[in-house]
């Protein structure tokens, strides 16, 4: 595990975007798995910023989102589609035909689940998973206690997770009870693995994957000893732990 720590804001987002620039050098057509949430917001910012300079080729990537909430339309705007596509697809110009994103909405979400799976593995599985990181310690929607060798599945969704998630959203969007997320078991398959820690909120899960045993009550430990993580993370989580 190659661990960094920066401070936060512009340097958090320019070292993870680095490490994006360095893969996307190497596998200009690579497969990577992109985040939600507040914590990767400054990385797509940096990232568009790098394309609009012409300083990175993002377009030849193939992208994939880690996970969805079951039940919302992806042009719903609360859903991770189109967050991911507001932040970062869109305003890059990714092609159509480069991007899978979860329909949350899907009648047979068995299927979507399936058909998420075929297509990383159409394009040789994830060169690149990029994650956040829970208070709880888990990632993409895989919770304490999830199973380490599943695909794409449906998750109940802790109480902890809905409320944190409930927050960015002042319209009182209700969040599901079910989410759909990659499963720890293909997340670990990505030859790469950027982990993505900001906020004292954190310290305890970091924490746990630092001690670096595997331990099911945190999921991120399931990353304990994988050939090719790096974490980036934040200086306010170092004064907090
Ligand atoms: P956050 O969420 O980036 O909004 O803190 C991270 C996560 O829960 O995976």
């Known amino acids: 595990m190659h661990l960094e720590w920066t401070d936060s ?22 497969a990577i798995a992109l985040p939600t949430g507040s914590t990767p917001i400054g990385l797509y910012a940096r990232l568009r910023t790098l394309a609009e300079a012409g300083d990175i080729a993002l377009v030849g990537a193939h992208y994939f989102n880690l996970d969805e909430y079951v039940g919302i339309a992806p042009t719903d705007r609360h859903s991770f589609a189109a967050f991911l596509r507001r ?17 949350g909405d899907a009648p047979d979400i068995a299927a979507e689940a399936a058909a998420h799976d075929a297509a990383v593995a159409a394009q040789g599985g994830l060169d690149l998973a990029i994650l956040g990181l829970g208070s709880n310690g888990h990632i993409a929607f895989n919770e304490p206690g999830a199973a380490w060798d599943a695909g794409t599945h449906v998750v109940p969704l802790t109480e902890a997770t809905r409320m944190a998630n409930a ?6 969007f209700h969040v599901p009870s079910h989410g759909l997320t990659m499963g720890i078991g293909m997340i670990r398959a990505a030859r790469r693995v950027l982990l993505m820690v900001s906020g004292a909120a954190k310290a305890e899960a970091l924490g746990a994957l630092l001690d670096g045993k595997p331990d099911p009550g945190w999921p991120v430990t399931a990353l304990v000893g994988h050939p090719h993580l790096t974490v980036v993370a934040d200086q306010v989580l170092r004064a907090g732990r």
Request: no cysteine; aromatic share 6%.
């Open 9 to 30: 804001g512009d340097a958090f987002a320019d070292r993870a975007a680095a490490h994006v620039a360095s893969l996307l050098a190497e596998t200009p057509d690579a």
């Open 87 to 103: 932040h970062i697809l869109d305003e890059v110009d990714i092609p159509a035909d480069h991007i899978r994103l979860l329909r």
């Open 167 to 172: 927050a960015y959203f002042p319209d009182g």
